[in-house]
């Protein structure tokens, strides 16, 4: 997605509403809206973050990511896993000990078809101070721990198409 176009008809905008004061104004306009360009793109980029974010919440297990790539702004959607290893079976429900996360969804042990809510329980037993870290990164991204640990599970099993696997000397990531 090129949001060039979005900028540019914003610095047009401004510039037709400066015409109405007079060739200073004008002026004043033009190199205001050439100021401002890189704060329109910022402001437009934050906006799809934030739609984004929006977005994953309600796909969790599965998300969308903005990346920036030059000056065009890219969506990669992750979809949970379709299948599972053969001979997994969900564990039963019962007390986790401290430190232990109950973690339902596909990539945790069962498969989830995109037509069907099947979930599967399983125990994971962090130790604390990754449990505390994982806490505060799904809170950060305003997910539930499970759909937090169930993305990022996915995530790992199904990198995003392009994604960099091994080591290389370009940087991937997401903007946020």
């Known amino acids: 997605m090129q949001i060039a176009s979005h900028v540019e008809e914003l610095q047009r905008q401004l510039a037709a509403a400066a ?28 906006a799809l973050s934030e739609a984004a974010g929006e977005i994953t919440r309600e796909l969790a297990p599965g998300s969308v990511d903005v990346r920036l790539r ?33 973690v339902a969804g596909a990539a945790a042990a069962a498969s989830v078809d995109d037509s069907d809510d099947a979930t599967a329980r399983t125990t994971l037993r962090l130790p604390d101070s990754l449990k505390v870290r994982a806490e505060a990164a799904a809170a950060a991204e305003g997910l539930s721990l499970n759909a937090w640990l169930v993305r990022a599970v996915t995530t790992s099993l199904d990198p995003a198409p392009g994604a960099a696997v091994g080591a290389s000397s370009s940087y991937t990531g997401w903007v946020r």
Not at 27 to 34: D, G, Y
Not at 89 to 101: C, I, M, R
Request: charged share 15%.
């Open 19 to 46: 015409a109405a004061g007079g060739s200073d104004t004008a002026e004043l306009a033009a190199r205001l809206a050439a100021a401002l360009e890189p704060a329109a793109r910022l402001a437009i980029l934050e």
């Open 70 to 102: 030059g000056r065009e702004v890219d969506f990669i959607v992750s979809r949970p896993a379709a299948v599972a290893p053969p001979g997994a079976t969900p564990s039963g429900p019962g007390a986790t000990p401290s430190g232990s996360v109950p």
